[in-house]
């Protein structure tokens, strides 16, 4: 069973040992494009789920990016602050967005699994 | 900025090829072009700056004005020198209304007794109404919706075109001919929207695939979409109509003086004359400028700046991140006393200031073949 849940905003959301990482997924950085710059959330900062928490920029246009949960940010990815094109190449993996704890676990297990968002994708 | 149409968005000669070069169609000024290729916008914004970009500009209007006194008749509308437009020329011009506002920016060019206009796609309706309303009687005003407008663009387009037009190798910057192209029977400038070197080919909406296709082999050459084009002309120091030009902004404001021409700024016959001299010799109250921003953050349209003070100075009009410069740029309207190069400015940015200054344009100098 997979640890990977996805958000209809297009984040993912990998949940190993109480700790979540988050990141865009494939489908939502192609949509946006070559991406230039990247606005993270401060280490600590406690979000609401579906709180705008951080930024990714395109040469076109500026998109929030969405707590999936409620909880608190413990860690951002310096790597793609540097160089966001990362976020292109490998949205999935290095190219995550921050670290978080989540405060309801069920709410994770509430969130699209691959099948789902993949059927989400496929009716965009 | 057009407004939003029930319409669907029309498709140029050019849409099937488009779709199977896998461009991104979005709506743009009432039609359906692509925004980048599979490639993306910044590797066709250097394919741009490096070698050769081939562009769909065919929403662009297109007419035809023809008559012993087209010249002296659009001259009627628009500022400069256009009776002085030697044949075998173009130049940029401004139609501009009592106010000194700017209906619409535009090329003329000029054979024989014909002038070619190339309007803003948003603009044609209006522009082709004010013209037939208004010009004097005794020339013929035409459209060319059977016209499509190819833009090859980039320090190689010249090595390109040349294989298939060798006379295009001849030609300089605003120089205006019709050649044939792979054959084909075209109107061509030296000319573009990208800062570069480079041609726009109007040729016939029936033969336009076939043009597009013969260019996009030669080796030089690859396609690139909306995107592009905006960061290189923002790149270039171009406005563009409807963001940051329009019939509230006076070409003294906009930074466009240099198109009224010599004569005409002795005559002030044209349109808004009194508005734009006024502008010219007592100061406009707001100027357009580039900015440069601090740190990597585009700042858009709409930004609030502020003077060191605190108070306000402006509004962004124009703004990305700038591939060639490999930092964000801007456009901006800043009033009297702050438009000064090196002016340091504060962009509001998802409410936090970032330093920001005001710079010359254009950011990447032109590279026109005079």
Redesign the interface.
């Known amino acids: 069973m997979s640890n990977t849940r996805y958000t209809a905003d297009h984040e993912w959301v990998r949940l190993e040992a109480g700790v979540a990482t988050v990141g865009i997924t494939n489908h939502a950085q192609t949509a946006l494009g070559d991406i230039v710059f990247v606005e993270l959330p401060d280490p600590g900062r406690e979000i609401e789920a579906g709180e705008a928490c951080a930024v990714v920029e395109s040469v076109k246009a500026a998109s929030d990016i969405y707590a999936p949960l409620r909880g608190h940010i413990t860690e951002t990815n310096p790597e793609i602050i540097g160089d966001p094109a990362m976020v292109n190449r490998d949205p999935e993996s290095e190219g995550w967005f921050f670290r978080m704890i989540p405060a309801d676990l069920a709410a994770f297990d509430a969130l699209m699994d691959a099948d789902a968002y993949a059927k989400l994708v496929g009716s965009l | 900025m057009s407004p939003p149409s029930l319409s669907p968005p029309r498709r140029t000669p050019l849409y099937a090829l488009h779709e199977q070069l896998g461009g991104r169609m979005v709506p743009f000024a009432g039609w359906s072009l692509p925004?980048?290729y599979p490639t993306?916008?910044?590797a066709e914004?250097r394919q741009c700056r490096e070698r050769a970009a081939l562009f769909d500009v065919s929403h662009m209007g297109q007419f035809s004005l023809h008559g012993p006194n087209a010249a002296a008749a659009l001259e009627t509308l628009a500022v400069g020198d256009l009776t002085g437009l030697r044949g075998g020329r173009q130049r940029y011009s401004l139609l501009t209304n009592d106010a000194g506002g700017i209906l619409d920016d535009l090329m003329v060019g000029r054979l024989n007794e014909t002038l070619h206009l190339v309007v803003n796609a948003g603009r044609a309706g209006e522009d082709f109404a004010h013209l037939s309303a208004h010009l004097p009687a005794g020339t013929d005003l035409r459209r060319h919706p059977d016209r499509a407008l190819l833009a090859l663009q980039g320090p190689l387009a010249v090595d390109a075109l040349a294989r298939l037009c060798p006379a295009a190798a001849a030609m300089s910057f605003m120089d205006f001919a019709a050649l044939d192209v792979a054959g084909i029977a075209c109107l061509v400038t030296r000319s573009g929207y990208t800062g570069e070197d480079g041609f726009e080919i109007s040729v016939p909406s029936d033969a336009a695939e076939t043009l597009a296709r013969r260019l996009l082999a030669e080796p030089e050459v690859a396609p690139a979409g909306l995107?592009a084009r905006?960061?290189l002309r923002l790149e270039a120091g171009l406005p563009l109509w409807g963001q940051d030009i329009d019939e509230l902004t006076t070409p003294v404001e906009a930074g466009l003086t240099w198109a009224l021409g010599k004569r005409r700024r002795m005559a002030w016959d044209f349109p808004g004359a009194a508005a734009i001299r006024n502008h010219l010799d007592n100061g406009a109250p707001r100027k357009l400028v580039g900015l440069l921003p601090e740190g990597?953050?585009?700042v858009?349209a709409g930004t609030v700046l502020l003077a060191e003070d605190g108070s306000a100075a402006g509004t962004v009009t124009s703004g990305?991140?700038a591939?060639t410069c490999d930092a964000?740029i801007a456009f901006a309207y800043v009033r009297r006393g702050v438009s000064q190069d090196g002016t340091p400015l504060a962009a509001l940015l998802?409410g936090k200031p970032v330093p920001a200054v005001v710079a010359p344009v254009p950011f990447v100098p032109h590279r026109y073949v005079r």
């Open positions: 925004v980048q993306g916008i910044i914004h995107g905006d960061s990597r953050a585009p858009r990305t991140f591939p964000p998802r």
